[in-house]
């Protein structure tokens, strides 16, 4: 039996507002080494705020939107806080659907997923954080992007964590950009992607359903924690996952790309 796989993804541009829980505390999460460049980071995003012309170039957002943002950043000591799994909203997310998954299901997420933040570096399910906006490449501190300055130091977290475990990588490329997959010894690494027939039958990545599709499998990861866990079954269990979008995996079309066995799934 493989031990609890462990499932990379990025957080949400979108975030629920308020919470129940006390204010930022960085010794209670997860990951404590990067506290310090968490605080880093915190401190120059408050300082920030204050400024709406650069909190305007550096998250990309303006209007009622920037707004919101400035005064989430500002108040990142004090504001009420809620769990990860709880803050962080959206299309993969609500295709994950974590609220309805049995109970074993939500443990194997809660030990095994690890969420990328621009903010926090990497946070898990449960961790206890306020509404804030930082893309991990904004560039932030001495002109470097928030995937630079995690890069080493998410690296090394990681290193501990994936030994003698199956990685699902699903992060994008701006997350995938945080971290050395090769610094990182686990005892297999899979990568997604979803395909489609173009008119001329030429194969296209499909992006506008990624994000439901990637939810759509993380929740068929965690309710299959056993197949998921070893590197011979992991494949078996990508093979009976089908999207009701018509998705299913291709072995003709996966291949092994850059130390990772890439699951390609195709819209039959």
Not at 1 to 9: A, D, F, S, V, Y
Not at 134 to 159: D, E, F
Not at 171 to 194: G, I, M, Q, Y
Request: glycine fraction near 10%; charged fraction near 25%; hydrophobic fraction near 40%.
């Amino acid at each position: 039996m493989g031990r609890t796989p462990l499932i990379l993804l990025p957080p949400s541009e979108g975030k629920a507002s308020g919470g129940e829980g006390h204010p930022l505390n960085f010794d209670a999460l997860s990951f404590g080494a990067l506290n310090p460049t968490r605080a880093r980071i915190a401190k120059s995003l408050g300082q920030l705020s204050q400024r709406p012309r650069s909190s305007k170039k550096l998250l990309g957002v303006k209007g009622a939107a920037l707004e919101k943002a400035m005064a989430d950043n500002a108040g990142l000591g004090e504001a009420p806080t809620l769990p990860a799994i709880e803050r962080y909203t959206g299309v993969m997310y609500d295709a994950i659907g974590y609220p309805s998954l049995g109970s074993d299901a939500r443990g194997v997420f809660d030990r095994g997923v690890i969420i990328m933040s621009g903010l926090f570096g990497v946070v898990r399910p449960s961790d206890l954080i306020p509404a804030y906006k930082l893309k991990m490449g904004a560039r932030l501190l001495r002109g470097k992007t928030c995937a630079a300055i995690w890069k080493p130091l998410i690296s090394k977290s990681l290193t501990g964590e994936a030994e003698n475990r199956v990685i699902w990588d699903l992060l994008p490329n701006e997350h995938s950009a945080a971290w050395d997959p090769s610094k990182v010894l686990c005892d297999a690494r899979f990568t997604v992607k979803f395909v489609e027939r173009g008119p001329e039958r030429q194969l296209k990545t499909v992006t506008h359903l990624s994000k439901l599709l990637k939810g759509a499998l993380v929740r068929h990861i965690v309710s299959n924690s056993t197949e998921a866990g070893t590197a011979d079954s992991a494949l078996r269990l990508a093979a009976g996952f089908t999207h009701p979008e018509g998705y299913e995996l291709d072995p003709d079309l996966t291949t092994e790309v850059d130390q990772a066995t890439e699951l390609v799934f195709l819209k039959k």
